[in-house]
């Protein structure tokens, strides 16, 4: 099997039907969206495209990329680009096979069911314990290839703390991503290749681009002692990789075992096939990921050591979030840095892309080594993108006063709820209050915002006063209604 060759990606087209198709068939028109059975598989099945065509494409002109944009490429174009990479696409065989250990050995090995490779999979301890109320073990026994390819690929993206030596991922233990979606009706291309840079622009942004050797883009194209020291202390930073590492980062050492003779079912997809995987091998000590790196699909923190890959936090997303994740914060409280992608995107030059878009934000809300929760959300952006740079920096910080009234304004009802159930000392779980209202001030939020985004685009600044006294009202109302 081949990712190249084989038809393994799961897509749906505009009457709801179901399609498997190689890579070079994504730019397809009929294609509306990825279609596997599990979100956190289309979230990674979006950046093992993005990635792809990152890594392989020739286009470094914006008139070219535009061009891509609306009259996307031929398959036979889009086979030339990956045709040089096909060596690293192998996925069984001998050899070298994506995102697996080449040198595993045999020395400290485990050997798991196929099942652990999901995130959100009971851990050993939740199985020893008998703590698996809610993610049932036994309900995954064996994989078909197409699941196993995106169920690996989901664990090396969003690897999180596995025990001694069991690494995390290149943007720690699920990351939050965010994607630009086109302007509807929008066809999965068009989705895919506006998270797609020029290709200079890309080689000149983390890592270092001189690295010619495979293995600095595609780590399991050989030892991982070949990239970092052996052991318990090695370490590998961005400037020892190609700019093309950060989208195929391998964190954890694993094996596929060869599946048994006999066919079967898939437990994710239930198809009927002639190979299901039931086992892997996996090792500790794999690619340490150390210091300062940027992931072109993530927003980044600013802690005392450092940026920091943002990661969903229980209470889900919402649009308490907007601003950081799409204009950046500099507030005293924190730093944030837009995702590089969306950055690019809302800078591109005024129409050139025709209508509103919308942010794809998604990621696990992870606790070590357990997955909490999976939070996916599309937040509208707008005619942002037609916004001028000194018309977007006066409405975050427009906006900026919005949500730090709603901030202000949800601690009081938190509070003066807790004043009126418990003494002063309880403690106790108030995230529902808090989930009630930034439910129930989205809506207006959301009118405000795209009110404000069309005065500001086309020339006008509207006065600040009665969208922020409108805005007051809305925040005093809601939080004197839930307290009652």
């Not at 990606?9 to 709801?16: E, F, I, T």
């Not at 196929?114 to 050993?124: F, H, K, M, Q, W």
Request: charged letters at 20%; hydrophobic letters at 40%; aromatic letters at 10%.
């Amino acid at each position: 099997m081949n990712l190249l060759h084989d038809p393994w990606m799961p897509v749906r087209d505009g009457a709801g039907s179901r399609h498997w198709v190689t890579p070079a068939q994504l730019s397809d028109p009929r294609w509306r969206a990825f279609d596997a059975d599990r979100p956190d598989f289309n979230g990674a099945l979006a950046q093992f495209a993005i990635g792809l065509l990152q890594t392989t494409t020739p286009v470094d002109s914006p008139i070219e990329w535009r061009h891509c944009l609306y009259s996307p490429p031929r398959s036979d174009a889009l086979r030339d680009w990956f045709a040089p990479m096909t060596e690293a696409f192998a996925f069984d065989g001998d050899g070298a096979r994506f995102m697996q250990d080449i040198d595993l050995g045999n020395e400290g090995v485990a050997v798991n069911g196929i099942a652990a490779l999901l995130v959100d999979s009971p851990g050993e301890q939740a199985l020893k314990n008998n703590a698996d109320h809610f993610v049932k073990r036994g309900r995954i026994e064996a994989l078909c290839g197409a699941c196993t390819v995106t169920a690996l690929f989901t664990l090396q993206l969003n690897a999180p703390a596995g025990g001694a030596g069991h690494r995390t991922g290149l943007r720690g233990g699920g990351p939050l991503t965010t994607l630009v979606l086109a302007p509807e009706p929008a066809s999965l291309w068009q989705h895919l290749w506006i998270n797609v840079t020029l290709r200079s622009d890309f080689l000149g942004q983390g890592g270092d681009a001189t690295l010619d050797d495979r293995q600095r883009r595609f780590p399991w194209l050989g030892p991982i002692s070949d990239l970092q020291a052996p052991g318990p202390k090695g370490q590998i930073a961005q400037s020892q990789v190609h700019p093309a590492h950060r989208f195929w980062a391998m964190p954890r050492r694993i094996r596929l075992e060869a599946p048994p003779p006999a066919g079967g079912t898939c437990d994710a997809c239930g198809r009927d096939v002639q190979a299901v995987f039931v086992r892997y091998a996996t090792k500790n000590h794999g690619l340490n990921y150390k210091g300062e790196w940027s992931h072109p699909l993530s927003p980044y923190y600013q802690t005392k050591e450092g940026w920091l890959c943002v990661h969903p936090q229980p209470g889900g997303i919402g649009y308490r979030h907007w601003m950081a994740w799409v204009l950046g914060a500099a507030s005293e409280k924190q730093a944030v840095r837009v995702a590089p992608t969306v950055q690019r995107v809302l800078s591109l030059p005024p129409q050139s892309v025709q209508g509103p878009l919308r942010l794809w934000a998604f990621g696990y809300d992870m606790d070590n080594m357990k997955a909490r929760c999976w939070y996916e959300v599309t937040l509208p952006l707008y005619h942002l993108a037609d916004c001028e740079p000194g018309a977007r920096q006066a409405l975050q910080a427009e906006v900026g006063r919005w949500l730090a009234a709603a901030d202000l304004a949800a601690g009081c009802l938190r509070g003066a709820i807790k004043d009126a159930w418990f003494d002063a000392n309880a403690r106790g779980d108030l995230s529902h209050v808090d989930a009630a209202f930034w439910s129930a001030t989205e809506s207006t939020f959301y009118r405000q915002l795209q009110t404000l985004i069309e005065a500001v685009r086309h020339g006008h600044e509207p006065p600040p006063l009665p969208a922020r006294e409108a805005w007051h009202r809305q925040l005093t109302g809601t939080t004197l209604r839930l307290f009652d």
